[in-house]
Nanobody, 125 residues
Framework: QVQLVESGGGLVQPGGSLRLSCAAS????????IGWFRQAPGKEREGILCISMRDGDIDYLDPAKGRFTVSRDNAENTVYLQMTSLKPEDTALYYC??????????????????WGQGTQVTVSS
């Protein structure tokens, strides 16, 4: 059974950092593309970045450029989203998602087949 579990969210002050985890089970990450998305209250779910687990290519969208990075631990079958210089507008429910095509698709929700339950990030003083 394919499963993704996000963790690492929480309350952080503006300018702070957080590292989110996306732990995969039931499949091997190497054959997938992993996308990170977020959804703020009253807004549509938006893509942040995608990593191709096979070749390591990373596609960044505007919310991630210059502040967010992605890494992976193959032994743990886990992908990490490192977020720095956080702003109040980064407050959202953050999701990871998997696409069985190893190359990153367009960063839209309907391009990804499997989703985690999300982890809440709140940036506030």
């Amino acid at each position: 059974q394919v499963q993704l579990v996000e963790s690492g969210g929480g309350l952080v002050q503006p300018g702070g950092s957080l590292r989110l985890s996306c732990a995969a089970s039931g499949f091997i990450l190497d054959d997938y593309a992993i996308g990170w998305f977020r959804q703020a209250p009253g807004k549509e779910r938006e893509g942040i970045l995608c990593i191709s687990m096979r070749d390591g290519d990373i596609d960044y969208l505007d919310p991630a450029k210059g502040r967010f990075t992605v890494s992976r631990d193959n032994a743990e079958n886990t992908v990490y989203l490192q977020m720095t210089s956080l702003k109040p507008e980064d407050t959202a429910l953050y999701y990871c998602a998997a696409d069985p095509d190893s190359r990153c698709p367009d960063l839209v929700p309907w391009a990804f087949d499997y989703w985690g339950q999300g982890t809440q990030v709140t940036v506030s003083s």
